[in-house]
């Protein structure tokens, strides 16, 4: 075979975008769940839940994929440890959105009628997050083309901002979740302990896509 | 001379047929090498591409191409002890192409990175050493040749990366990029133009009785560029009209990379020539010895390459081309989409600027190694997703390996022909 076109390895990029969107679908998938929960249909329930894990196994395939194609000798255009956490991040926001669904179904959790709206605007915002997060990851191979030109540069970083500035909204959220959760939490017993499980859990996910774009950025810096 | 059993004839038939052999494998390995670059950014389809090598190979070894062929034809062995041994290095020429055209086949059999180059540079170099005595060879000379098969990807992948740092700065990190390269396009046609001029007709006409000196030559190749760089000016405007007629802000990139196509095409076109001046020497270097001592029976007279011997060379190329090189070509292709016409362009312009430099000093060079060099240096600007560094690896390997056993063959061949043709 030709030196040439052995020369050529395969980018991880836009797999690593395929592995983000899958994961900020897993994310959008816990919105139905719920939803469910709120209502209170347990069929609704089990079926959303079987959607999360559905889609958290397609993310996972593409985990090994992505994983299987960067081996060390590969000189990339982006640092193979940035991938590799990168990919971490997106991954647990997958798992993580499966934790939360899992929980609920096995549960059979009903959300407390005061919970229902803070805990559906945290999962709104969480959700709103892991889109900016995707979107910002989008960006990687437009950073490639232009070679990380500055003004390129500017602009993710501008969507970077915007990231930080949702996930800041998702953790005030979180907080307003959880004093919900404490004032009834006599009422509710030890099911208090799950749905703090639950909140928490929703947070980390906004966490994680915050985390996943800040990698973004020093990545963008060295 | 003396000749053996089989007179002098055969053995020019022998070495034509050698050389043939050469040129064909050159056309069905090397030239995808230097022309599946731009296929694979999708700059030239592959009909265009066989079309385009054919031509600008064949214009490179009959315009430009002299130099090397006098390197290797005289250049690495003693003048003196050469012209007292005519029927040995006849031998040995023949020797070397045998050797290199073996170790090709079985390159190309079992895809090991083996240059076309640095095969005919080990096996003069073995047949020198054991055919006219260990001072026969000119080490300096040889010293030189190899050094610069570390220095030429070097210098290539140094110009990739100020090339690629270059059209960053300049025009794909402007607020409008199609405008930026629109006008900055007819400099690199100018450029090219300039450089392939001036270094075919600085002295290097001498096949159409045509020597020009320096301050002609500066002259003739500016005017050259200036042609270029209208033709380019007329080119880059229609395509980024074609480019502006699509708009959808969303995939402007992709805009530029189609602008881009134009300037790749005349890169490629450019290493085409450069690839053309510099390796179909291999070949016809041996081939232009044995001739000038079967019609003379001396060995260093100043007998210049005729010009059937190059007929010889670009038809083996083309018909390397047409019988095999379309599919190496094909797959390099495929294989590399990861090159958009940017980055192509980039490693091309270094990797041509650097070839016709060097075959116009009469350095022997390995083509692909440079472009190697060329599309890590745009690598290291962050400009490639991903690069297989175990082909450099494999490099490295090929530099220890190919002139050794180049040299033992070679010896081999040498003693096999002096056995059948010598008296």
Known sequence: MSVIANLFGRSPIRPMQAHMQAASECARAILPVLEAMATGDMDALDQGRKTVDELEHRADELKHEIRRHLPKRLFMAVERRDMLEILDCQD????????????????????????????????????????QSECVINELDELVETGFGR???????????????LESLADERAEQALRTLFSIEDEIGVGAYYWYEIIQWIGDIADYAERAGNRIRLLIAN | MDVGFFGIEVALALGAALAFYMAWAIGANDVANA??????SGALTITGAVLVAGLLEFSGAFLAGGHVTNTIRKGMLDAVLVEQNPELVLYGMLAALASAGTLLLVATRYGLPVSTTHSIVGAIVGFGAAGLGVDAVAWGKVGQIVASWVTSPLIGGVLAFLIFGLIRNRVLDRDKPIEELTKIGPFFFFYVFFIMGLVTLFKGLKNLKLDLDLPEALAASTALGLVGAAFGVVLMRRASRRAGE?????????????VFVVLQIMTACAVAFAHGSNDVANSIGPLAAVHSIVTTGAAATTASVEPWMLALGGLGIIIGLATWGYRVMETVGKKITELTPSRGFAAEL????????????????????????SVLGVGLARGIGALDLRVVGSIFVSWIATLPLAAVLSVFFFYFFKGLLGS
């Open chain 1, 92 to 131: 647990s926001i997958a798992d993580v959105a499966q934790d939360v669904a899992e929980l609920a179904a096995l549960r059979h959790m009903r959300t407390p009628e005061v919970l229902k709206a803070p805990l559906l605007a945290l999962v709104e915002s969480a959700i709103a997050t892991c889109a």
């Open chain 1, 151 to 165: 003004h390129e540069v500017a602009r993710v970083e501008a969507m970077i901002d915007k990231l930080n500035g």
């Open chain 2, 35 to 40: 022309m599946g670059t731009s296929v694979g």
């Open chain 2, 246 to 258: 699509m708009k959808d802000d969303a995939d402007q990139f992709r805009h530029v990379e189609r």
């Open chain 2, 350 to 373: 270094a990797a041509a600027t650097t070839i016709v430099l060097a075959s116009r000093m009469g350095i022997p060079v390995s083509t692909t190694h440079i472009l190697v060099g």
